[in-house]
């Protein structure tokens, strides 16, 4: 079955500090995952998601996360944190494209100046 | 700019009594999805449609929960009697999908319920 952890349910960064959200998956078959963004009192936002073509994957606001097959990961990272980042983050997988998403528990970014 | 509606955004209402979410996905998309989202569980699938047809709804309760798509610009979720334990943020999405394709869901704001 599958199953995403989020380690840290809150992170707390200066603003400009790097930020890093951690994922593991856990599939028996190849992926799909995604990170999710949610301000208060909003539905969620795709930050970006995963396709075989790169490891290496680019999503909007300056975030990006990196599939590493041999760690089961995609950590989220942002170089340089902005006070307007402060959000709960979501990693998500689904093992086809189509089927629902199974979530993970979230992490609280917090941003200080 | 395309968007997944929701109705109604807050909805309060006492235990017993039926509660109806509405949603219209995005023109087009051929997938509709409702979550639950709540502070103990995080977010949970209660039912999936493909092409209006039911796919999985194994996370409903289905003694008081049901889902239907009545067309394919309208999903509704019901819930009859609602309970305290039913309070929580659902939320619709859609999506596209292709055959071998990576499609997003598109959530829309959620619907608040309150159960008192």
């Known amino acids: 079955a599958q199953s995403v952890t989020q380690l840290g349910s809150h992170v707390s960064v200066s603003e400009g500090a790097l930020v890093l959200l951690r994922c593991n998956y856990s599939?028996?078959?190849?992926?799909?995952l995604f990170w999710y963004v949610q301000y208060p009192n909003q539905g969620l936002q795709l930050l970006l998601k995963?396709?075989?073509?790169?490891?290496l994957v680019k999503g909007i606001n300056g975030f990006e996360a990196e599939f590493k097959k041999s760690e089961t990961s995609f950590h989220l990272t942002k170089p340089s944190a902005h006070m307007s980042d402060a959000a709960e983050y979501f990693c998500?997988?689904?093992?086809?494209?189509?089927?629902?998403?199974?979530f993970g528990k979230g992490t609280t970014l917090s941003v200080s100046s | 700019d395309a968007r997944v509606t929701q109705t109604p955004r807050h909805k309060v209402t006492e235990m017993g009594q039926e509660v109806t979410m509405r949603c219209q996905p995005i023109?087009?998309?051929?997938?509709v999805f409702w979550y639950r989202q709540t502070m103990m569980q995080g977010l949970e699938l209660l039912a999936y449609?493909?092409?209006?047809?039911?796919?999985?709804d194994s996370g409903m309760p289905k003694d008081r929960f049901s889902a239907e798509m009545p067309d394919a610009t309208l999903a509704t979720l019901k819930i009859q009697p609602s309970e305290p334990r039913d309070s929580a943020v659902y939320f619709c999405?859609?999506?596209?999908?292709?055959?071998?394709?990576?499609?997003?869901?598109?959530f829309g704001p959620g619907t608040r319920l309150t159960v008192l």
């Open positions: 449609f493909r092409n209006r047809a039911p796919l999985d």
């Open positions: 599939s028996s078959v190849p992926p799909y």
């Open positions: 023109l087009g998309h051929n997938t």
């Open positions: 995963y396709t075989s073509a790169a490891t």
């Open positions: 998500a997988v689904s093992e086809e494209g189509g089927t629902a998403l199974i």
């Open positions: 999405a859609s999506g596209l999908e292709l055959a071998g394709g990576r499609n997003e869901q598109f």
